[in-house]
C-alpha cells in the first residue's frame, strides 16, 4: 500500500506574512506620514502670480509688456497650482511609502523579520526611496555639483537598492524578473551618465533612452505580474497589494503632473 504524498517538505511559492495583519496602528501610522508628506508638501505652494519673471521672453511683441507679462504669469501660476494640488492629492500614496518604511526599521529593531518578505513589500521600499531622492533632488542642485550629478546619484542609490532587493530574492520567479528590469534599467541610466561625464558629451546616449524605457515600462511589468498573483491565486497579505497599489499611484502622479503642464491653460 502506497503511502500518502506529503507537502509539508514543499517550500512555499510566497513567503508567508502572517503576522502583517492591518491593523488600527498601521492606519495611525499611515495618517502621521501622510501628514509629513502634506507638510513637505507646503514648501512647494507657489509663489504669488507677481513675483514670477518673464522679462527675457518679452522682447519684440506687438501688445504692452505689462498686458503679456501678467498673462504669462497668471498661466504658470496655475500651471504650478495645478501641479501643487495634484501632489497633495497624492499625499496619501507617499504617506503609505514613508509609513512602510517605519515599519520595516520597527520590524528590523523588534527582530520581527515579517517585513519586508513579499514582492509588493520590496515595491513600497522602492517606491519610498525613489520618493525621498526626488524631493532630494532641489536641494542637491543648490550645492552646485553640476547640473547631472543629482540626478546621477538617484538613479546610482536606486541601482543599489533595487540591486539588493534582487538579492533578496523575492519570491515568486516573475517578480523576481520584474526586480531584475528594474534594477537593469536604473543601471543602463548610471552607466550612461558616466559616460556623459567622461566624454563631456551634452546629447544622452542609446544607453539612456533604453534605461529610461525599462524604468518607466516597471509599472506595467508590475501590473502584469499582479495580474499572474491573482490568476494563480497566490496568497499574498495586504501589505503585498498595498505595495502594488502604491507603485500604480506613483506612475498615475507622474501621468497626472504631465497632463497638467501640458493642457491647463
Known amino acids: 500500500?502506497?503511502?500518502?504524498?506529503?507537502?509539508?517538505?514543499?517550500?512555499?511559492?510566497?513567503?508567508?506574512?502572517?503576522?502583517?495583519?492591518?491593523?488600527?496602528?498601521?492606519?495611525?501610522?499611515?495618517?502621521?506620514?501622510?501628514?509629513?508628506?502634506?507638510?513637505?508638501?507646503?514648501?512647494?505652494?507657489?509663489?504669488?502670480?507677481?513675483?514670477?519673471?518673464?522679462?527675457?521672453?518679452?522682447?519684440?511683441?506687438?501688445?504692452?509688456?505689462?498686458?503679456?507679462?501678467?498673462?504669462?504669469?497668471?498661466?504658470?501660476?496655475?500651471?504650478?497650482?495645478?501641479?501643487?494640488?495634484?501632489?497633495?492629492c497624492f499625499a496619501p500614496v507617499y504617506g503609505a511609502a514613508a509609513a512602510a518604511v517605519a515599519l520595516a526599521a520597527w520590524r528590523l529593531v523588534t527582530r520581527r523579520f515579517g517585513f519586508p518578505i513579499q514582492p509588493g513589500h520590496w515595491l513600497l521600499l522602492v517606491t519610498a526611496t525613489l520618493s525621498m531622492l526626488l524631493v532630494s533632488i532641489p536641494f542637491l542642485q543648490q550645492l552646485g555639483i553640476g547640473q547631472d550629478t543629482p540626478d546621477f546619484v538617484l538613479t546610482m542609490t536606486m541601482t543599489a537598492v533595487v540591486a539588493t532587493i534582487t538579492v533578496a530574492r523575492p519570491q515568486p520567479l516573475h517578480?523576481?524578473?520584474?526586480?531584475?528590469?528594474?534594477?537593469i534599467g536604473f543601471g543602463l541610466v548610471s552607466i550612461a551618465y558616466v559616460l556623459g561625464f567622461v566624454f563631456s558629451s551634452f546629447e544622452p546616449p542609446p544607453l539612456y533612452v533604453v534605461g529610461v524605457f525599462v524604468v518607466l515600462a516597471f509599472p506595467f511589468i508590475a501590473l502584469l505580474c499582479a495580474i499572474t498573483d491573482v490568476t494563480g491565486r497566490l496568497r499574498y497579505d495586504v501589505f503585498h497589494w498595498i505595495g502594488i497599489a502604491t507603485l500604480l499611484g506613483l506612475a498615475a502622479h507622474f501621468v497626472a503632473l504631465t497632463f497638467v503642464a501640458r493642457f491647463v491653460m
Open 175 to 183: 517578480w523576481q524578473v520584474a526586480f531584475i528590469a528594474l534594477g
Open 1 to 88: 500500500m502506497s503511502e500518502p504524498i506529503s507537502h509539508v517538505d514543499e517550500p512555499d511559492p510566497v513567503p508567508s506574512g502572517k503576522r502583517n495583519r492591518l491593523s488600527i496602528g498601521h492606519l495611525l501610522l499611515w495618517m502621521a506620514t501622510t501628514g509629513v508628506v502634506l507638510a513637505v508638501a507646503h514648501r512647494n505652494e507657489p509663489p504669488p502670480s507677481k513675483t514670477i519673471g518673464f522679462a527675457s521672453i518679452l522682447h519684440n511683441l506687438n501688445e504692452p509688456v505689462e498686458v503679456v507679462l501678467e498673462r504669462m504669469q497668471q498661466k504658470k501660476w496655475r500651471v504650478w497650482q495645478r501641479q501643487y494640488q495634484t501632489g497633495l
